[in-house]
């Protein structure tokens, strides 16, 4: 299983990013991915979820300001992050649970400037 995230930068406070996660190795379609992130200091937080059936789920920190989908042809997972602040700053991972192991993707930053 392999992850590759892409789609970080530096925005300004209030700016919309979203990010990307391709998935090869899996059967893409019929598994769960999450997106979780990890600011200096703190744990790795799970921000959202999307299961093989489309449904979603988050963290209180972001809901309805992000929304995770994905693209089961493009093998893709979305992350769109709208109204940002300074404290959605952090790595951002995708992850998926499969055959007992977690597998993360390399992390992509997202920096939210004030």
């Known amino acids: 299983v392999q992850l590759q995230a892409s789609g970080g930068g530096l925005v300004q406070a209030g700016a919309s990013v979203r990010l990307s996660c391709k998935a090869t190795?899996?059967?893409?379609?019929?598994?769960?991915f999450d997106w979780y992130r990890q600011s200096p200091g703190n744990q790795r937080e799970r921000v959202a979820t999307?299961?093989?059936?489309?449904?979603?789920s988050y963290s209180d920190s972001v809901k309805g300001r992000f929304t995770i989908s994905r693209d089961n042809v493009r093998r893709t997972l979305f992350l769109q992050m709208n109204s940002l602040e300074p404290e959605d700053t952090a790595v951002y991972y995708c992850?998926?649970?499969?055959?007992?192991?977690?597998?993360w993707g390399q992390g992509t930053q997202v920096t939210v400037s004030s």
């Open positions: 992850h998926i649970f499969f055959r007992e192991r977690d597998f």
């Open positions: 190795g899996i059967n893409f379609s019929l598994n769960t």
């Open positions: 999307i299961t093989s059936g489309g449904a979603t």
